[in-house]
C-alpha cells in the first residue's frame, strides 16, 4: 500500500471517530449548527475541516486550521455560496467539487476521497488529499463534513518515518542551532559522514536548508 493510500486510510479512520463524537453529543442538528461546544470540537483536530450545508449548497463552518490557511478572519460563513470555492479550487479540481455535489445531493453514502488543489492566503495554490462524508439527519443527508491534509506533509510524514536514529539525533541539534563540526564532535563521526546524513535528511523531507527543517520542526523546539 503506497503512502496515498495510507494517508486516505487514516482520514477515514479519522473522520469515523469525528461522526462517533458528533452522534454521542449531537453537535450538529438541522436549524442551530454553529455553537460554542461544535466549535470547540472541530478546532481540536489537525486536519483541515469543511462542513457543508447540502440544502443551500454552500459551506457554513471551517476550523481554525482552514481559517488560517486562506486567512479569513471568521471561521462561519454567511451569504456566501459557490463562488467562494471558485475562488479557492484550482480549475483542475473543480471536476472534483462537481462529482462531489452531485453524489451528496442523491443521499450518497459512504466516502469520497479527494484529491485537488486549494489556494492558500499568500495566493499559492498546494495539493491536498480528503475524504468527505454525509450526516443525516432524520434519514435525510443534510451535512458533508470534508477531512484535508496536504498532500506533502502526508508524504514527509510517511517520510519521517524513515529517519535513522541517527538522522533524528542530528535533525534535534540542527534546530539547536549546532554547525556541522560541532554535530560531528558530539557525535564522535566525521564531517564527511555528518554531511551525508545532512543530505539524507533533506532528501527524505524534501527541504534543502536548515531553515526549513527547523519550520518543520518548530514544535519541537518549544
Known amino acids: 500500500m ?6 486516505f486510510a487514516e482520514l477515514v479512520q479519522t473522520i469515523d471517530a469525528v461522526f462517533y463524537q458528533i452522534e454521542m453529543n449531537n453537535f450538529l442538528e438541522v436549524d442551530n449548527v454553529i455553537n460554542p461546544d461544535f466549535t ?18 454552500k459551506p457554513i463552518f471551517i476550523n481554525d486550521k482552514m481559517k488560517n490557511y486562506y486567512g479569513f478572519e471568521k471561521n462561519t460563513f454567511q451569504d456566501i455560496d459557490y463562488f467562494y470555492y471558485f475562488t479557492t479550487i ?23 476521497k479527494l484529491e485537488y488543489k486549494l489556494k492558500n492566503n499568500v495566493g499559492k495554490f498546494e495539493q ?8 443525516f439527519i432524520n434519514e435525510k443527508p443534510v451535512f458533508a463534513l470534508s477531512l ?11 517520510n519521517q518515518n524513515d529517519l535513522t536514529k541517527r538522522e533524528l539525533e542530528i535533525i534535534l541539534l540542527i534546530c539547536k542551532g549546532k554547525k556541522q ?8 563521526i566525521s564531517v564527511e559522514t555528518t554531511k551525508v546524513h545532512i543530505r539524507n535528511i533533506y532528501r527524505k523531507l524534501d527541504i ?3 531553515q526549513e527543517l527547523m519550520v518543520l520542526y ?5
Open 181 to 188: 563540526n560541532e554535530i560531528s564532535d558530539q557525535l564522535s
Open 128 to 135: 491536498f488529499l480528503g475524504v468527505t462524508k454525509s450526516i
Open 90 to 112: 484550482h480549475p483542475s479540481s473543480y471536476h472534483t467539487l462537481l462529482d462531489s455535489v452531485v453524489h451528496f445531493k442523491k443521499g450518497g453514502e459512504g466516502y469520497l
Open 2 to 7: 503506497n503512502s496515498q493510500h495510507l494517508k
Open 208 to 210: 534543502n536548508s536548515s
Open 148 to 158: 484535508l491534509k496536504k498532500k506533502e506533509d502526508a508524504s514527509r510524514e510517511n
Open 218 to 222: 518548530k514544535d519541537y523546539l518549544e
Open 40 to 57: 470547540n470540537f472541530f478546532n481540536g483536530f489537525d486536519s483541515y475541516i469543511t462542513l457543508h450545508d447540502l440544502q443551500k449548497l
